[in-house]
């Protein structure tokens, strides 16, 4: 037995001396370079339309943003709220301005420049542009057929972040591809004037707009790409090119046309009954899994540890004086005195951690209402018959049922105010009305805020600078 | 510590094992049968017998050793032959035979050990002729101490080694080993460990029993560590376990028992009557919430947590074998309750080494090593229990503190319930008081208001209902063959499988938290399976006044890594407190890796005339871990000795025995890669893309994440390391010593180093940047007495050791801030010129008065939140430029000194062990009672609260950490043979010890463990010295017994 045993031995000892002349003489790369099995390399990815149908969805997960309850990992979508509605005369946190939290710095525009925020943001929205231009760079791999597409869905994609960064940030980097940290510091740290910025929006659009159609609610199509074309132009127009105004009213007017989307005949339902008629871009989120849920109906509500988000005595002295009851989003939320927003109300009360609302980007009634601003145009005061049916029936659905006689500006903006309250368009709006440095600075002296013509800017995260070395990364004025 | 009385025995044992196995065995058989036979026995001087002592007829290959009682018989020709007596640790002796045929000798010792041989990487060598930093340290009696590790037997043995319990989790965990300082700036800084020649996990310190082991050596300098190639870089400790011995199984039994207990921090033992004096003193009254404190009474929360417990260790080994054939088998059992309230550790360890020879040429070894250890980590941290408890409240809800109990808010409180601090707010409290006589006098009337300063569940149940168990099975096994081509050459193989299973299962109860809905359970289940193939030819050649001794291999090495990991919650009872119970699982993640490494290495050791010594060595490692273009690294190494003591001008010298100078150059690499991503540590140089789920249109759907920059550049760290060293002996050896300088500059560093995000990432993994550490070590041993009845001897180690980050790229002045997972956003700086990791901060000027702080009575003993700072570039403002270093936890200088007695049959030993120069930035009582809980924040009012920062961020959490230990003392006794005999035991010791008997401080520490020190996450090299509590040193008392028979 024992000499069997050994014998054994000798044949494996033998049998290692020839496992060893193979590894010797056979190409040592293979043996030193393991197959991974837990993942796929990018290098060897992108080959066909299958692997693109799979990498495309990977920009719209960069968009969701991670549920993660410290702001370490990529929040994106998630916390955009806090660079907007906090920024607004909408919005406060629970516990109310404090210049020395990083949360509650917003609302009274004593934002620093390493706060984490902007910069977990600034990180987010780059990543996505990543992701996106990941899927443009391997185009090639498409077929004829869905090349299109795949463009389409990425460039809108890259076109609605950009868009964000440019209205938050003003100037800033522009990669259209990916770029390696050593051979493109130039791009990462130069920022790139506004107007270049818009002009590529604008053809990543056209590009979208030609090449989608209306399949999708919480993928790019050609209705979002459309509405989103539409409020670019109306934030240039506002700026000074007039001429974008009517660009910006056929876009509104083809997708009212389209009959595609209606408005919801309950307020409330809009944001109950996920990928409804009203919705045109919605960000997707499924409750109960921490890698497609968000948090921010946690965060806003007061099972948050930050309870942000909250109504300003501002905003609800207007519904009061307005008499709103249909969009009134405090109702049934005082606790100890405190107004919470209830938009976004937990859809999974159990596990509030990991909601599933979505987040509305574009829906119908802010096209009626962009359609209003744009026959507008820049004037005071308008009694355009159609802007008036389109404006009436957002109204009515809130429970106004006197017909108008003609919309004002200040009326449209108030309009705007009601209805897309808390969906991150109040700070936009304000902007582009005009009416941004007026209404803030009232805010903000009734808030104890420090209002600067300045904020309406976000500084450029300090961290970026530090790592511009010779380049020098500028900040923006007031930080 | 040791004795000197069986000082030798193991190593002789097992030496003499060794010639029995390659040197002579193979000849005896052929003897003729008018031989004479000589008989005998060789005994030391001390009288007892000595097995294994080789002896060999001169000039012949005739030989045989000694047996189990010293006798040994051999044949021989000629009636005027010699024999050769040798046996390591003893001077050798030849006798002429002369007629004679039966002789009785006596074996001088020699107690300079020059004729040691140690085990350097894939070979041995005289210890004489070593050109390196080699320390060796052998297993003479340290199994007779109650070691519950094997790497706590290390600890002050080694020059340059440092070895501290930096954990939090209690019993059980792995210290934090470190040889000459840290050079990598990525995870890998400990050393490697190498079992009888294979290079395994560091977790297998914790599976190898300390009977088993024959022998340390510690490769300190690059020159050492080079033929281990990128596994060295950080110095390798080589293991060598014990080989059974021909004759009688023989066996071991050691036992010990005793109790422990932790340090306790003066600083948290607060009392009722403290917050009595304070009120007294600042408001000449004692408020309500105070009076019902004291109805409370005082619980000592320290006594209640750092509880201490027993530990018990069982270990049995036989050893014996034929001539061809020896075995060496053990079986241990340790029971360690650790010094905390539910910590406890248990391992079942077993291990069968067989060595035969096959035939003259063959001989075959195998090695199998499984154990299985328990443990149940402290779950929640130190700091916490201080945090969540105070002097006032009690354990346990009884009866009495019912009556305090606002059952408003907290209607179903019973007795024996958990108490938190908010039961008793809100409660009007009626106190009886009495009249001299015993008779019911008045009531008075209370109120506690807001009495409680945290609202969180209270500190017995976040410790008791919460578990965390580690279970892990490892199993070391190891065959390995040796192939005699010639008297020069021979081919040795060895294989060896490492596999380790980690199961680790969490759970927090439904009574952990407020909030019952907070249960939920983890499930982790990690696997490491590693093979280590390699082939070696050798070759040995003494001719004149030449001898070479010469290695060529190639050794392979593949691991495989397993985890999957699930959570769940959804808990309604602690029915099933395991993932199964679950009725939701929220994660589940998961992830195999593999990396490769393929070896080639040559060394030549060459001495001439005995003195002149040099030694060249290369090695060529093959990373998986690199991209095509870098995956191979040459790592080439050189020294040389001379040993003066030999020459003929100190030959008759009195003063000078012994005399080596030496020195070396050394290079090695370094791939360990630690990134956040644990798949990405194995394949740092693709672009990798995970799949996730994400919400499509409205429902989840597979697709591929990108998780990093792929960087196919990425190369080897590089150490190079230059070590001149001396080693002398005086006075006929009886003042040994070395003393050398190193200097080792690792470049090429492996960091994750911050970039632009607008590339997608927030950091890429670069080489960057170079580290030097430098120092001296010093090492003496003296032989202070060395009668029979009566020996002392003294060993005294040092080092010193500075760190300097000597480039860091664009990354100087880097400033790094790790999150612990709370908003204490405490910052490190890397900086060019100071070492590696360094504390930043403001600099602490005063604290707040009392009366600006929001509710000073609250928590006694408390300090503001807020201090002043000072403004170091005096420009009137705090900004971020008034921040500088505040210190490092690198130690400057560490020590120990062991003295060793012999009287008759007593052994005592000591060992003081210092360290001086480390500060700590030391957390977890600032946390435990000043952090935020609003009572401590500053009011409004404070005058110049622009100069106001957190103390977190200042230099007054920044203690120092130096510390003297009483490590060890021990005393024993070895029982008379005569008594023994009758029960056929061989030999016998009872002995009592103790470590950690005297622990000394610096005043100014707060904490339980100024060694401890936070890893993992983010707290990496760049960001060292966190002191979040930790576990307390433990003060330990056995007894023990060590039985031979």
């Given amino acids: 037995m024992l000499t069997l045993i050994f014998k054994e031995m000798k044949a494996i000892f033998s049998k290692t001396l020839v496992i060893f002349s193979v590894i010797v003489i056979s190409s040592c790369d293979d043996y ?156 990462a740290f130069t920022r790139v004037a506004t107007d270049v910025v818009y002009a590529q929006i604008i053809e990543d659009l056209q590009v979208a707009v030609e090449n989608l159609n209306n399949q999708f609610k919480t993928r790019a199509s050609k209705a979002a790409a ?18 974008l105004y009517e660009e910006a009213r056929l876009l509104c007017d083809e997708i009212i046309s389209s009959g595609e989307y209606e408005l919801m005949d309950d307020y409330g339902e809009i944001f109950t009954i996920e990928k409804n008629d009203e919705i045109i871009f919605a960000i997707d989120y499924i409750e109960n899994n921490e890698l497609t849920s968000q948090n921010f109906s946690w965060e806003t509500s007061d099972l948050g540890d930050r309870r942000l988000n909250y109504t300003t005595e501002n905003i609800r002295s207007v519904w009061d004086g307005r008499e709103e009851t249909v969009r009134d989003v405090r109702l049934a939320s005082i606790i100890d005195g405190q107004f919470m927003n209830t938009k976004y109300s937990t859809n999974n009360p159990t596990g509030p951690l990991q909601s599933g609302n979505d987040w509305i980007v574009l829906r119908y009634a802010d096209v009626l209402l962009m359609y209003v601003e744009a026959v507008l145009a820049g004037g005071s005061v308008t009694n355009n018959a159609t802007a008036i049916s389109y404006y009436d029936a957002v109204r009515s659905r809130a429970g106004f049922l006197l017909p108008s006689l003609s919309i004002t500006k200040a009326e449209l903006l108030e309009e705007r105010r009601m209805e897309l309250s808390f969906e991150n368009q109040r700070l936009f709006d304000l902007i582009r009305f005009n009416e941004a440095i007026n209404v803030l600075s009232t805010h903000a002296d009734a808030t104890g805020g420090q209002f600067q013509n300045t904020d309406l800017l976000l500084p450029i995260p300090q961290n970026e600078r530090n790592l511009s070395g010779d380049f020098n990364m ?3 004025p007031g930080y | 510590m040791k004795n000197i009385l069986p000082r030798f025995k193991i190593l002789r044992i097992a030496i003499g094992s060794l010639i029995v196995l390659f040197g002579f065995t193979g000849a005896t058989p052929d003897l003729h049968a008018q031989n004479q036979v000589i008989t005998g026995t060789v005994v030391s001087e001390d009288g007892e017998a000595l097995p294994g002592v080789a002896i060999r007829v001169q000039n012949t290959t005739i030989g045989t050793v000694t047996d189990v009682d010293g006798k040994f018989s051999i044949e021989v ?159 390798v400790i080589m293991i060598t376990t014990k080989e059974g011995k021909e004759g009688a199984v023989k066996f071991t039994y050691n036992g010990f028992a005793g109790y422990q207990e932790g340090h306790k921090s003066e600083y948290f033992q607060t009392s009722i009557n403290d917050h009595v004096a304070l009120e007294l003193a600042n408001n000449e009254f004692v408020s309500d919430a105070t009076r019902i404190k004291q109805l409370l009474g005082d619980t000592d929360w320290e006594d209640i947590v750092i509880n201490g417990g027993y530990v018990t260790s069982h270990s049995l080994s036989a050893r014996g074998g034929s001539q061809r054939t020896k075995y060496s088998t053990s079986l241990s059992y340790l029971h360690d309750e650790g010094v905390l309230l539910v910590d406890d550790f248990k391992k079942y360890n077993f ?186 030819l050798n070759y040995s050649k003494d001719f004149a006044d030449h001898e070479i001794d010469a290695v060529l291999g190639i050794a392979g090495e593949q691991e495989i890594d397993r985890t999957t990991e699930f959570e769940g919650n959804g808990f309604t009872n602690d029915d099933i407190p395991r993932i199964e119970g679950a009725t939701n699982i929220f994660v589940r993640e998961g992830y195999t890796r593999e990396r490769r490494l393929i070896s080639f290495i040559g060394r030549v050791n060459y001495a001439f005339k005995d003195r002149y010594l040099a030694s060249i060595s290369v090695r060529r490692d093959g990373s998986s871990i690199f991209g095509s273009n870098n995956k191979f690294g040459t790592f080439p190494a050189f020294s040389v000795g001379w040993r003066v003591s030999e020459e003929g001008f100190l030959s008759g010298s009195s003063i000078i025995s012994n005399l080596k100078i030496r020195a070396s150059y050394g290079v090695t690499g370094n791939d360990n890669v630690n990134l956040p991503i644990p798949v990405q540590e194995f394949y740092p140089y693709l672009p990798i893309l995970r799949s996730e789920p994400t919400a499509v249109e409205g429902g989840t759907a597979q697709t591929f994440n990108p998780i990093n920059i792929a960087n196919d550049n990425l190369r080897w760290e590089r150490s190079i390391e230059i070590n001149p060293g001396i080693d002398f002996g005086l006075f006929d050896n009886r003042i040994n010593g070395s003393i050398e300088y ?5 470049d090429d560093l492996l960091l994750d180093v911050p970039i632009s995000s607008v590339t997608g990432f927030t950091t890429s993994f670069l080489n960057i940047g170079e580290v030097r550490n430098e120092g001296i070590e010093v ?8 009668r029979s009845n009566f020996k002392w001897s003294t060993n005294f180690i040092a080092s010193t050791n500075e760190n300097t980050l000597t480039d860091f790229g664009d990354a100087d002045g880097t400033v790094f801030t790790p999150s612990d997972g709370s908003d204490r956003n405490t910052e490190w700086i890397a900086s060019v010129g100071n070492p590696i990791s360094n504390f930043y901060g403001f600099v602490y000027e005063s604290d707040v008065p009392f009366e600006f702080r929001a509710r000073p009575f609250e928590i006694i003993g408390s300090k503001s939140q807020d201090v002043y700072v000072k403004d170091l570039n005096g420009d009137g403002i705090i900004n971020d430029d008034d921040r500088t270093i505040l210190g490092n936890a690198y130690p400057e200088f560490i020590w120990s000194i062991t003295n060793e007695f012999t009287v008759g049959r007593f052994d005592i030993s000591f060992m003081f062990q210092g360290s001086h120069g480390a500060e700590t930035r030391n957390i977890a009582d600032l946390e435990g009672f000043s952090l935020s809980l609003g009572a401590n924040a500053t009011t409004a009012e404070a005058p110049r609260s ?41 030999s016998a010791r009872v002995y009592a010890s103790a470590s950690n008997l005297l622990y000394f401080h610096a005043d100014n520490f707060t904490g339980w463990n100024p060694e401890s020190i936070r890893q993992g996450g983010d707290f990496t090299p760049i960001t060292y010295g966190y002191n979040r509590g930790g576990s307390p040193i433990v003060r330990k008392v056995v007894l023990g017994v060590n039985i031979n028979f």
């Fill in chain 2, 77 to 235: 020709v000629e009636k005027d032959a010699a024999l050769v007596f040798s046996y390591v640790g003893f001077k050798p002796q030849i006798i002429l035979i002369s007629g004679r045929t039966s002789f009785n000798i006596v074996l001088e010792e020699d107690i300079t050990q020059l004729s040691e041989v140690v085990v350097i990487g894939y070979g041995t060598q005289k210890k004489s002729h070593l050109t390196g930093a080699i320390s060796k340290l052998t297993n003479e009696n340290l199994e007779q101490l109650p070691f519950a590790r094997v790497d706590d037997a290390l600890v002050g043995q080694v020059s340059g080694v440092q070895i501290s319990s930096t954990s939090e989790e209690g019993v059980g965990s792995d210290p934090t080993i470190l040889v000459r300082g840290v050079g990598s700036i990525t995870g890998g800084s400990g050393p490697l460990l190498v079992i009888d020649g294979a290079p395994v996990d560091s977790e297998f310190f914790g599976n190898i029993d300390m009977n088993d082991i024959e022998s340390f050596e510690i490769l300190k300098d690059a020159a050492s560590a080079a033929i281990f190639g990128s596994r060295g870089a950080n110095g």
């Fill in chain 1, 474 to 476: 500028p900040q923006n």
């Fill in chain 2, 742 to 746: 190193y200097r080792r500059t690792s």
């Fill in chain 2, 946 to 986: 622009e100069f106001l920062r957190p103390r977190v961020l200042t230099s007054d959490i920044i203690q120092d950490a130096s510390f003297v230990a009483l490590r060890n003392l021990n005393i024993g006794y070895t029982l008379p043979g005569n008594i023994l005999e009758q029960f056929k035991i061989q």
């Fill in chain 2, 351 to 536: 291990k069968a080494r067989v060595d035969t020879k096959v035939s003259d040429k063959f001989s075959l070894g195998f090695n199998i090593n499984p154990s299985y250890t328990k443990r149940r980590r402290y779950t929640d941290a130190l700091r916490q229990m201080v945090r969540q408890s105070a002097p006032w409240l009690p354990e346990r809800h009884t009866a009495r503190t019912l009556q305090f109990v606002n059952f408003e808010d907290f209607p179903d409180l019973q007795p024996g319930d958990y108490v938190w601090q908010s039961h008793f707010d809100d409660v009007t409290v009626q106190d009886v008081f009495f009249d001299d006589n015993g008779n019911i006098a008045g009531f008075n009337e209370f109120e506690s208001g807001s009495i409680s300063n945290t609202g969180n569940a209270g500190p017995l149940q976040r410790i008791l209902e919460r578990e965390t168990i580690d279970e892990r099975l490892k199993v070391y096994g190891n065959v390995k063959a040796n192939y005699k081509i010639n008297d020069d050459f021979s081919l040795k193989s060895n294989i060896t499988v490492t596999f380790q299973d980690l199961l680790q299962t969490v759970y927090r109860g439904t009574e952990s938290t407020n909030f019952a809905g907070d249960a939920l359970a983890r499930e982790r289940n990690q696997s490491r399976l590693r093979f280590v193939e390699n082939l070696f």
């Fill in chain 1, 226 to 243: 459309q509405a989103l074309l539409a409020k670019v132009y109306l934030t240039l127009a506002a700026d000074g090119q007039m001429a």
């Fill in chain 1, 32 to 187: 030193l370079e393991p197959e991974p099995i837990s993942f796929i390399s990018q290098e060897f990815f992108f080959a066909d339309d299958d692997d693109l149908d799979v990498g495309i969805l990977n920009i719209y997960d960069g968009l969701q943003g991670d549920n993660d309850q410290q702001i370490v990992d990529f929040r994106s979508t998630q916390i955009e709220y806090m660079l907007t509605e906090m920024r607004s005369d909408n919005a406060r946190a629970r516990g109310g301005g404090d210049a020395t939290s990083d949360f509650q710095q917003f609302e009274v525009y004593e934002v620093n420049t390493n706060n984490i925020i902007v910069q977990n943001y600034y990180e987010s929205m780059y990543n996505v542009i990543f992701r996106a231009n990941l899927i443009l760079d391997n185009l090639d791999a498409a077929s004829e057929a869905r090349r299109g597409e795949f463009e389409g869905e990425a460039k809108f994609v890259r076109a609605y972040v950009y868009f964000q960064l440019v209205r938050l940030f003003g100037p800033v980097p522009m990669p259209l591809k990916v770029i390696s940290p050593d051979d493109d510091a130039a791009i």
């Fill in chain 2, 779 to 786: 090492n003496f041993k003296t032989f202070n007495m060395n």
